[in-house]
């Protein structure tokens, strides 16, 4: 009994918080690695069909976004519910498109130029008439590479 | 009793060197347990545009496999309707043409799939419809490498992939969509 007194004093035990800084880091790491940087606000509801074919984009910068859905709730009221096209952060026509691809080419070295690919994130139920209009536009505009964004299907 | 020396409060102290062990663990948890949300889709590469009608080439018609999709969705091969399923499986028949059937490709080099839809079809469909026909020649392809060089085609070397390219070219032409069918 006498040993068991001795071993407890009067010391508060401190827990060690060496390693808060990890647990944080840890926290820190993890989120950098799931959150997925979008820089426009989306206004349209898209829903990507799926596929199997699928090629993966490698070079974030060399690539454009378009978007293709039905306005989200919020702007219904003032685009309504047909399907729309988004350019950036704005609704925009397809009379529009070069404009936008000549701002995302200007900022590129001209070297990579090439290697632009437009990525056309389009709401699965959405007809082909606005589709076939884009790719027009898109083919007028030479930027022919494209990648039609799918998720991948699971058989 | 009353007064604590250095050694007693050290015994005190919780052992936080496992803390870094147990702190790597989660994290490698957290990394083979979520999936990064990548960015892929079908690649295509449109034709260049020309204000030029195009030429009236004369094409043999049995190397030409026509798909056309309505504006219900529904598809028409050939001038026959086929469910989206079996599309692979045919347009793999019609490229490689086996048994050299008179109706089917003279060869791998000369076939043309001529996809045509209407401003009405839906997109998924569309894109569906795409992926089955870039499928078969992905089928093909694996095929044909596997063949030559005992591997699949992706992991083909540059020079084996050209290879197999030149024997096995992919030609999916889009057709203007016909506008028959209502949009939204």
Redesign the interface.
């Known amino acids: 009994m006498a040993t068991f ?3 407890r ?8 918080t ?2 808060l800084p ?2 944080i880091f ?1 926290l820190l ?2 989120f950098m ?2 959150t ?1 940087m979008r820089d426009s606000e989306l206004k349209v509801d898209v829903n ?2 799926e ?7 490698e070079k ?1 910068s060399l ?1 454009n976004y378009i978007f293709v859905g039905r306005p989200k709730v919020a702007y219904r009221d003032t685009y309504g519910t ?2 729309r096209m988004q350019l950036g952060d704005k609704f925009s026509t397809v009379a529009d498109i070069p404009l936008f691809l000549e701002k995302h080419k200007a900022k590129l070295p001209e070297n990579q130029r090439q290697g632009i ?1 437009s ?2 994130k ?11 209009d884009i ?2 536009a ?3 505009a ?11 299907r699971v058989d | ?1 009353g007064k ?1 020396n250095t050694r ?2 050290m ?4 052992n ?1 060197g496992s ?2 062990d147990i ?2 663990l ?2 490698i948890f ?2 083979v347990t ?1 999936t ?14 020309s204000n030029e009608p195009p030429e009236n080439l004369k094409m043999n018609t049995r190397n030409v496999y026509s798909v056309l999709v309505n ?1 219900d969705d529904q598809l028409l091969v050939r001038g026959e309707s086929m469910k989206v399923e079996d599309l692979k499986e045919a347009t793999k028949l019609f490229i490689r043409n086996p048994r050299k059937e008179a109706n089917k490709a003279e060869d791998p080099t000369k076939a043309i799939i001529s996809l045509k ?8 469909t ?3 419809v ?2 089955e026909l ?2 078969a020649y ?1 089928d093909l392809r694996n095929d044909e490498s596997e063949k030559r060089f005992g591997k699949l085609y992706e992991y083909c070397s540059r020079a084996q992939r050209d290879e197999i390219k030149k024997v096995l070219p992919v030609v999916i032409s ?1 057709a ?2 016909t ?1 028959f ?4």
């Not at chain 1, 596929?51 to 984009?57: D, G, I, P, R």
């Not at chain 2, 892929?40 to 260049?48: A, D, E, H, S």
């Not at chain 2, 839809?117 to 998924?124: P, Q, S």
């Open positions: 007194e001795k071993k004093g009067k010391a508060s035990p401190e827990v060690s060496a390693s990890d647990i840890m790491f993890f690695m799931v997925v990507t069909p596929a199997t074919e699928l090629t993966k984009l974030k690539v047909k399907p690919t990525s056309l389009i709401d699965g139920t959405v007809t082909m008439g606005i589709v076939a790719k027009t898109l083919r007028k030479n930027q022919l590479k494209v990648n039609y964004s799918a998720g991948k | 009793m604590t007693d409060r015994k005190n102290e919780v936080a803390m870094a702190a790597f989660l994290l957290f990394l979520t990064i949300a990548e960015d892929k889709g079908v690649l295509v590469r449109l034709p260049p545009w504006a839809n209407d401003r009405g079809t839906k997109y998924r569309f894109l569906t795409y992926n870039k499928a992905t889009e203007e969509p506008s069918g209502d949009e939204s």
